[in-house]
């Protein structure tokens, strides 16, 4: 655990997701391909719950367009997800600048979307950080 306090108060060095969240996000994923999937996070703390579908949201062969008008007010969003339909998990300039928006915490997933392995968690500034998966309820 860090002592920094910025990274206690932002959660950013270690995140957390239940198993059911983990399943859904690589299933639409596998879905979606060869197109890019993506959502915002809901959690609590630093458990990671849900992905919120923003409605008319697009979603294409390298990108993802989120309509910022159709995002509820919603304290329990956390952060984002979405797919790389490739190998690798690198977060690109515009991901980044998606990341400053959307909360704390960010989900890559790579192809060929099989389990934690082709999940990269990121924090806002786009470093990588430690996800861990529950198989409990919380």
């Known amino acids: 655990m860090?002592?920094?306090?910025q990274k206690?108060?932002?959660?950013?060095?270690?995140?957390?997701?239940?198993k059911d969240t983990l399943e859904f996000i690589l299933g639409?994923?596998?879905?979606?391909?060869?197109?890019?999937?993506?959502?915002?996070?809901?959690g609590k703390n630093d458990i990671i719950e849900e992905v919120l579908i923003i409605?008319?949201?697009?979603?294409?062969?390298?990108?993802?367009?989120?309509?910022?008008?159709?995002?509820?007010?919603?304290?329990s969003i956390i952060g984002s997800v979405h797919s790389h339909p490739g190998h690798r998990f690198k977060p690109s300039n515009a991901d980044i600048r998606f990341f400053?928006?959307?909360?704390?915490v960010h989900l890559i997933v790579r192809y060929p979307y099989r389990g934690i392995e082709d999940v990269a968690a990121y924090d806002r500034d786009g470093k990588k950080i430690d996800l861990e998966v529950l198989d409990k309820k919380h």
């Open 55 to 75: 409605p008319a949201s697009t979603f294409g062969k390298k990108f993802v367009t989120t309509r910022f008008d159709m995002i509820p007010i919603d304290y």
């Open 8 to 18: 206690l108060q932002c959660h950013c060095f270690r995140m957390k997701i239940k």
């Open 100 to 104: 400053k928006k959307t909360g704390s």
């Open 2 to 5: 860090s002592s920094d306090p």
């Open 28 to 42: 639409v994923s596998k879905k979606f391909h060869p197109n890019e999937f993506g959502g915002l996070l809901r």
